[in-house]
């Protein structure tokens, strides 16, 4: 059985920097997707990034550029989302996602995902 769960989250003070972590298991293949997602109250879940089980990245909000970044550890599949210089825009649910057997591809929705995380609480506050 497949299982996601992210780790990580906390308070923060704006401008200041959190790493999440996603620890998945229960599944073999050495080809898929991680897509880091993040849903803040009142608006629909975004789609922040995803990373390729190769190690690219494939960045779907622009906001984020330059300040995320994903890694990941494919032999422990552990999974990071390190992200810096945080904003109030940022606070939110932040959910791992696995897209087995399929590749990261622009523009995705939550559809294209398998398995989810229950999502790890990120604040940024002063």
């Known amino acids: 059985q497949v299982s996601v769960v992210e780790s990580g989250g906390g308070l923060v003070e704006p401008g200041g920097s959190l790493r999440l972590s996603c620890a998945a298991s229960?599944?073999?293949?050495?080809?898929?997707?991680v897509g880091w997602w993040r849903r803040a109250p009142g608006k629909e879940r975004e789609h922040v990034l995803c990373l390729t089980s190769t190690g690219g990245t494939i960045y779907q909000t622009d906001s984020v550029k330059g300040r995320f970044t994903a890694s990941g550890d494919t032999a422990k599949n552990v999974f990071y989302l390190q992200m810096n210089n945080l904003t109030a825009g940022d606070a939110a649910d932040y959910l791992c996602a696995l897209a087995i057997g399929r590749p990261c591809r622009p523009g995705t929705n939550e559809q294209y995902y398998d398995y989810w995380g229950q999502g790890t609480q990120v604040t940024v506050s002063s």
């Open positions: 229960g599944f073999s293949l050495n080809y898929f997707g």
